[in-house]
């Protein structure tokens, strides 16, 4: 088994470029933090996009724990493989990831500047300011595994010498570690959205307090309102939903949870079940 490396600093566009380079080399097999990818199709790990801390996100790319690294071991051990591509941020990364997999020496280094441009790279590195971060399989592969928030898929035709142009999907995502950071919202915008939500539900007779936390690489959000119809009760649940959707959306903020209070409410003759 032959192993490739792409090698690049944080945000350079490894992700961006490794359907590209396996393309170009014939390689069908990639690890990009902590997962194994046969064919834009996941087949074991853990994706380190799911990590809530920096630290955790690491940990998961270089296969820290047993369990991880042994799932993914055993996918290569029953798989053929003929050239595998890891993505890593350093060829010091590349070498703990292959010790840790077992899977021999590196047959060849490549280096993210040396098949993107400057300009290409400025971008990259401007987006992942805005904490977007790029996982090389279409969108429905990765629905289920991360916690972040699917932005949008991204599709690139790519064409090698003289063959028939391939359409190459990747997904965008904002992990929950990437929400703090060189990214600053005035305190008072999301009770804004939240009032504006509330407001639309005329059984709400008022909004008493709305306090917002940040916990655990989330926010949770507390409201206390009073009501004028005890039946908004059973629509709760839907008004937190649009409310969570309204704030990661807008803001792009991961919502923990909305929890609310009533604290006054205003009887009427139907019975709430």
Not at 23 to 32: H, L, P, R, S, V
Not at 172 to 192: A, L
Not at 200 to 208: P, T
Request: hydrophobic fraction near 35%; charged fraction near 30%; glycine fraction near 4%.
């Amino acid at each position: 088994m032959k192993i490739y490396a792409l090698v690049g600093g944080s945000g350079t566009g490894k992700s961006y470029k490794a359907l590209e380079v396996a393309y170009e080399n014939e390689i069908d097999y990639i690890i990009d933090d902590g997962i194994l990818i046969y064919k834009n199709k996941i087949i074991a790990g853990i994706s380190a996009k799911k990590a809530k801390t920096v630290i955790e996100a690491v940990k998961t790319a270089i296969f820290n724990k047993d369990e991880h690294m042994q799932d993914v071991k055993t996918s290569i051990q029953k798989e053929t493989i003929d050239k595998l591509l890891i993505l890593g941020t350093s060829r010091k990364m590349i070498k703990q990831i292959a010790d840790r997999l077992e899977i021999g020496e590196v047959y060849k280094f490549i280096d993210i500047e040396d098949i993107s441009t400057s300009d290409e790279m400025d971008k990259a590195k401007k987006s992942r300011e805005r904490g977007n971060h790029i996982i090389p399989v279409p969108t429905v592969q990765i629905k289920y595994m991360t916690s972040g928030l699917s932005i949008n898929p991204l599709r690139r035709f790519f064409r090698k010498n003289n063959q028939q142009s391939r359409v190459f999907e990747k997904t965008i995502v904002r992990p929950n570690f990437s929400y703090i950071g060189k990214f600053y919202i005035s305190e008072d915008v999301i009770p804004q959205i939240l009032t504006y939500e509330i407001e639309k539900c005329i059984k709400i007779e008022k909004i008493v307090k709305i306090d917002v936390n940040n916990f655990d690489n989330n926010v949770n959000i507390y409201i206390n309102i009073t009501i004028n119809d005890t039946s908004v009760i059973k629509e709760l649940e839907g008004i937190q939903r649009r409310l969570i959707k309204a704030v990661e959306q807008i803001t792009l903020i991961n919502v923990g949870k909305i929890d609310i209070y009533i604290s006054k409410m205003k009887k009427t003759s139907e019975k709430v079940r």
